[in-house]
């Protein structure tokens, strides 16, 4: 069974600073989804970047990117120039290649982005 | 606009009672999902449907009951075999795989929060 590892239960980043949440699964497959999703105080789950397995190139969304590392089966989110909208929890998550599968998640960093 | 719909968004209940939550959701998508969510424990899977009158047990499905009688909807039943049910529910819908930034990408309702008495 696939695992996703959170290891920082709990974050706080300065406005306009960087910072970067862990996030390392385990996993038998070659080919797979890896996700973050956000979500705020609202509770309301909101996706922010995606990345394919067999992609190499790391994905970005504007001040969201990833440090996808395949072989070390890490996926790290870097979050650039936070801002206090960004606080909110954080969850790192798996999805098998076959799709219409169900995410595996892990427990979730809380980000508390400060003025 | 497609969404989904969660009902209710509170819900108290006595013990030995049995609930039901809705999600409804309007985008066409496939496949539906039912996660629980407790402080510090991430997202647990309880059900998942790929497709109408079919589903799958996830990893806490114990005390928990679900239909898929329509594409559009998949509710959700706390019986009262669930010894914890105090906890905040998610559905989730999915497109499927596929070309684009939609594929295997899961949409999120806005929550059931659950209290037993």
Redesign the interface.
């Known amino acids: 069974a696939q695992t996703v590892t959170q290891s920082q239960?709990e974050m706080s980043v300065q406005e306009a600073e960087t910072v970067t949440l862990s996030c390392t699964y385990d996993t038998s497959e070659n080919n797979y989804?890896l996700?973050w999703y956000k979500q705020p105080p609202?509770?309301?789950?909101i996706?922010v970047i995606?990345q394919e397995a067999y992609k190499q190139q790391n994905a970005t969304e504007n001040r969201f990117s990833v440090n996808f590392q395949k072989a070390a089966k890490s996926f790290s989110l870097k979050i650039s120039d936070s801002q206090l909208g960004d606080t909110a929890m954080y969850?790192c998550a798996f999805?098998k290649p076959?799709?219409?599968?169900?995410?595996?998640?892990?427990?979730?960093t809380r980000l508390s982005v400060i003025a | 606009d497609g969404g989904i719909t969660q009902s209710p968004k509170y819900l108290f209940r006595k013990e030995g009672q049995n609930v039901t939550l809705s999600c409804e959701q309007n985008l066409n998508h496939d496949a539906m999902y039912w996660y629980r969510q407790d402080p510090g424990q991430g997202l647990r899977l309880i059900y998942y449907s790929q497709i109408v009158n079919d589903f799958q047990k996830g990893d806490i499905a114990e005390g928990y009951s679900v239909s898929r009688e329509k594409k559009e909807s998949f509710p959700l039943t706390v019986t009262s075999a669930q010894k914890n049910p105090t906890a905040f529910y998610l559905c989730a819908s999915s497109i499927g795989p596929g070309v684009g930034s939609g594929a295997n990408v899961l949409t999120f309702g806005a929550g059931s929060r659950l209290t037993v008495l």
């Open positions: 239960p989804y996700f609202s509770r309301q789950m996706l995606r969850f999805m076959s799709g219409n599968t169900p995410l595996v998640f892990g427990k979730g």
